[in-house]
């Protein structure tokens, strides 16, 4: 009875019963959905009225006021998320791309030179047009002749050759933009884009994959010099096809062409003409007309044997399944950026990365073997910005685990960089260790983190090395240990990490069946893990040391110098290295454990130095390679499989 009183006093003393009470919170809800579900189509009944506000700032205040308290904080959010990645974007430009010097409102203006040509022969077809264009403005214009195509290289293109004085204004006129762009016209007037490739001190290969029905320029047949040559060039804007005559002044003897490959030729042309070539009475191709002298009235050409050369050299370095691996250019030969993509590039150089070949970035061509490649299921952090669940493979490892496991992996695995300059050299996954002595937190990871970028068998110890421990903590680390045939090195901090759970590894553990391996990416930080057994060598493996066992846990580069973990207690059962394979080697961890116990810090003896746990006097008999990146794409594939299309025979 006294509770009911209590109950009806309580009732009397606010006004309202229980159940008007539920009834009033219940229609507050119901209003609050009913304001967010309306919120778009209270903006779109109000366009007009938002439209006659006078300035961005009062529609905006506008806006905001017809939206609920939460959902403002959600846009305010969302605005405030957008100016961080602005601000993110125009740093990566300012740092990786081109300068932003100012662009010119002036268009360039062709100039002729000599007289109209007729163009009713298989060789005159093949001099086309080549212009240069910033959007629709065009700021160069020269010539160019077709290639023919050699051989069953992929992907079938149409090829020219000109004057690399387009190279020069291509790469004068690059801006912040990076909006440049090639255009090839025919002596049709048909036209199509082309995109500059390699190039070197002379010329510059044009490619384009439209099938351009051009004949290629023929520059294998017996030249008989005669007194008068000409200089052909095509006009883009009109198409027309010019021409200049006079004789040499020079005598072409076989051994001056030996020790000259430009010849002067008293009979000037104007931008037009560079590209084009120079041919002789008998229809003979000459040479190419390379560069012009104004003052001295004179155009020099590459004559048709060093042509021919340089066109044959140009060929064996165009990209293909042979040398995708190990692509590099000479001395002396270069390739252009393609537009558009300068600040990618400039960031991948910073990485460490290879250029990429011609056409390769132009046909979406991919970076293999990068330390940015994930693998298993990836767990993030607190304000991570990165989206990965779309990044994270299906399968299920962190559920897997306990709490416990999972904050202590966490708070010990880290990401390692390390630097020659500005340049990284290597990156991987370390973990945090108590030393044997003194409990000092120090990382433990793989030797492949110093080895030097010339000679893998050698440590570089002058590379700077980042220590990265999600959300922000990034600090230097110093390297003190190494052990080159097991590919150890064990890494202290200059400051200290806060937050972090370092193992005490010195102990003895069994080797489990079921174990999980663990990277953190090299650039946002995020936990990677994939689960997998410990399997017995087989006879047919190959390993670079003998004391390595496998798992059936497949990781990318990121995750090597990765613990391998226990799935049970997340106690470390060793660390992994990298195979191309679909097992995984990995040290096991008594074997580390045997090779650190006996040895102190060079920093807790007062050393300056690091030092090789094996001794400068041993004799080193493992090599630890790991796979350099490459750039590939299937179209550059020299043997492609036959598809029959229709029956076959049995």
């Keep these: 009875m006294q509770r009911e009183r209590r109950k009806r006093g309580h009732e009397a003393s606010h006004g309202d019963t229980c159940e008007e009470r539920i009834i009033e919170r219940k229609k507050t809800k119901r209003d609050q959905e009913a304001s967010r579900n309306s919120l778009v189509s209270s903006i779109i009944s109000k366009k007009m009225q938002i439209f006659w506000l006078p300035t961005e700032k009062s529609r905006r205040d506008y806006l905001m006021s017809t939206v609920t308290p939460r959902q403002r904080?959600?846009?305010?959010?969302?605005?405030?998320?957008?100016?961080?990645?602005?601000?993110?974007?125009?740093?990566?430009?300012e740092r990786f791309g081109c300068p932003d010097t100012p662009v010119s409102n002036r268009s360039f203006v062709e100039k002729p030179f000599g007289y109209a040509a007729s163009d009713d022969s298989l060789l005159t077809s093949s001099v086309?047009?080549?212009?240069?264009?910033?959007?629709?403005?065009?700021?160069f214009a020269c010539s160019g002749v077709a290639l023919g195509r050699k051989g069953r290289a992929y992907p079938v293109v149409s090829r020219f050759v000109t004057s690399k004085r387009l190279v020069t204004e291509f790469e004068k006129n690059r801006n912040r933009a990076d909006n440049l762009r090639i255009n090839v016209r025919l002596h049709d007037k048909e036209s199509f884009d082309g995109f500059l490739g390699l190039y070197d001190s002379h010329i510059a290969i044009v490619t384009s994959f439209w099938f351009a029905n051009v004949p290629p320029v023929?520059?294998?047949?017996?030249?008989?010099?005669?007194?008068?040559?000409?200089?052909?060039?095509?006009?883009?804007?009109?198409?027309?096809l010019m021409a200049t005559s006079n004789a040499p002044t020079q005598l072409l003897g076989a051994d001056h062409l030996i020790k000259h490959d430009l010849i002067p030729f008293p009979c000037p042309v104007t931008e037009a003409g560079l590209g084009g070539p120079v041919i002789n009475e008998a229809g003979d191709v000459v040479g190419l007309s390379i560069k012009v002298d104004v003052d001295e009235e004179t155009t020099y050409f590459l004559h048709r044997v060093a042509l021919l050369a340089r066109l044959e050299y140009l060929e064996k370095l165009m990209p293909n399944s042979t040398n995708f691996r190990e692509y590099t250019l000479p001395d002396g030969v270069n390739s252009i950026v393609p537009s558009g993509f300068m600040a990618h590039v400039n960031y991948l150089k910073s990485c460490g990365y290879p250029q990429p070949p011609p056409l390769v970035l132009e046909v979406n061509g991919r970076l293999l073997n990068t330390f940015e490649e994930d693998f298993g299921q990836l767990y993030g952090y607190e304000d991570c910005d990165?989206?990965?669940?779309?990044?994270?493979?299906?399968?299920?490892?962190?559920?897997?685990?306990?709490?416990?496991?999972v904050t202590n992996i966490c708070r010990r695995v880290v990401s390692l960089s390390s630097y020659d300059g500005d340049v990284r050299s290597f990156s991987c996954t370390g973990l945090l260790i108590k030393?044997?002595?003194?409990?000092?937190?120090v990382i433990l990871t793989s030797a492949s983190l110093v080895r030097s970028r010339v000679d893998e068998n050698e440590i570089d110890e002058k590379l700077k090395i980042k220590v990265l421990l999600p959300p922000k903590q990034v600090v230097d680390g110093t390297l003190e240990l190494y052990h080159s045939d097991y590919n150890i090195a064990v890494i202290s901090l200059q400051k200290p990490l806060y937050g972090i759970r370092?193992?005490?590894?010195?102990?003895?553990?069994?080797?489990?069946?079921?174990?999980?391996?663990?990277?953190?990416?090299a650039q946002d930080g995020l936990l990677m893990g994939t689960i997998g057994k410990a399997v017995k060598k087989l006879a047919g493996d190959k390993l670079p040391c003998e004391d390595l066992k496998l798992s059936t846990c497949k990781i990318t580069k990121v995750g090597i110098g990765g613990p391998l973990v226990n799935i049970?207690?997340?106690?470390?059962?060793?660390?992994?290295?990298y195979g191309e394979t679909d097992v995984t080697p990995y040290l096991p961890r008594a074997i580390i454990v045997e090779v650190l116990s006996g040895t102190d810090l060079p920093s807790h003896k007062g050393m300056d130095h690091a030092t090789d746990i094996m001794g400068a006097a041993t004799v080193k008999k493992n090599r630890w390679r790991v796979p350099k990146p490459y750039w590939y794409h299937p179209l550059f594939e020299d043997r492609r499989p036959l598809h029959f299309y229709g029956r076959q025979l049995q």
Aim: positive net charge.
């Design 386 to 405: 990165s989206n990965f669940y779309d990044r994270s493979s299906e399968e299920q490892v962190w559920d897997k685990l306990r709490k416990k496991v």
């Design 502 to 521: 370092p193992e005490y590894i010195f102990r003895t553990a069994k080797r489990p069946p079921r174990v999980v391996a663990i990277g953190r990416g």
């Design 73 to 93: 904080r959600m846009i305010e959010r969302m605005v405030q998320l957008n100016k961080t990645w602005d601000k993110l974007n125009e740093d990566y430009l």
């Design 568 to 577: 049970v207690n997340g106690l470390f059962a060793g660390m992994n290295f």
């Design 128 to 139: 086309v047009s080549l212009a240069l264009y910033d959007g629709d403005k065009m700021l």
């Design 218 to 240: 023929d520059l294998h047949s017996h030249i008989g010099w005669q007194n008068d040559l000409v200089a052909y060039g095509r006009a883009f804007s009109s198409g027309i």
């Design 435 to 441: 030393w044997h002595k003194t409990g000092t937190p």
